[in-house]
Nanobody, 123 residues
Framework: QVQPIESGGGLVQAGASLRLSCAAS????????MGWFRQAPDKEREFVAA????????WYVDSVKGRFTISRDNAQNTVYLQMNSLKPEDTAVYSC????????????????WGQGTQVTVSS
């Protein structure tokens, strides 16, 4: 099993940067693709980014391409989301998830989820 725990959220102004971390317990972390999702109040949860088991392949939603970067360090059982040039529209609770059958853009297809971390971007 894998238990993801997110950290690194906060309150920043538009144009600032944040780096989210997701530490995942378990001996089989390197066998799971990892994804980041976000959900704003009264809105549907949406896919943000995903990364393959070895980090060779990444995927992003169009709205964050060129601004966000997903990466992973399997030796540390951690996946990261570097967020640059943040916009008020990025405000949401960000959650990471683990999937044993490869990366996906659908959060319900993932096997494990973290508790989420709040990101707030002021104008």
């Amino acid at each position: 099993q894998v238990q993801p725990i997110e950290s690194g959220g906060g309150l920043v102004q538009a144009g600032a940067s944040l780096r989210l971390s997701c530490a995942a317990s378990g001996r089989t972390f390197s066998s799971y693709a990892m994804g980041w999702f976000r959900q704003a109040p009264d809105k549907e949860r949406e896919f943000v980014a995903a990364i393959s088991t070895n980090g060779d392949n990444t995927w992003y939603v169009d709205s964050v391409k060129g601004r966000f970067t997903i990466s992973r360090d399997n030796a540390q059982n951690t996946v990261y989301l570097q967020m640059n040039s943040l916009k008020p529209e990025d405000t949401a609770v960000y959650s990471c998830a683990a999937r044993r059958r490869g990366a996906s853009m659908t959060f319900r297809s993932y096997d494990y989820w973290g508790q989420g971390t709040q990101v707030t971007v002021s104008s």
